[in-house]
């Protein structure tokens, strides 16, 4: 499991003052981009300099608590699914606070060639990094 925590901040909030939901999405991908924080250069490096990206092929969300301005993000990253030229992130978003379970989103991307916009086979590498959080 790969952990990041970010704060609530008031550009997340709508009119109900609770999280948008688009934000959670988001939020899993600051949280994807993190985990690659241990290759060279991180994920800049990986999608601007070796041109490897990963689009979502398909996301699902649960929402089961809000989330406010002042609240503190948990969000576990863990791997439900690592193939050939396909992974799925699982996000785990908590309030740090309390602990409350504030939502679960799936995200499942292509890793892809961002020049040639085409799926290819997982650099080892990368491999390597989602295999650590493989659930």
Known sequence: MHLYERPIRFEDVDAARIVFFARFFNYGHEAMESL????????????????IGMPAVHVKADFKAPL??????????????????????????FRKGDGVHAATV????????????KAIVIPDDVRVVLERHKV
């Open 106 to 117: 799936e995200h499942t991307c292509a890793v892809s060639d961002l020049q040639a916009m």
């Open 36 to 51: 690659f924080d241990e290759l060279e250069g991180g994920y800049v490096h990986l999608t601007m300099e070796r041109h």
């Open 68 to 93: 406010r301005y002042g609240d503190v993000a948990r969000i576990e990253v863990t791997l439900p699914h690592i193939g050939t030229k396909s992974c799925t992130y699982r996000y785990s978003i």
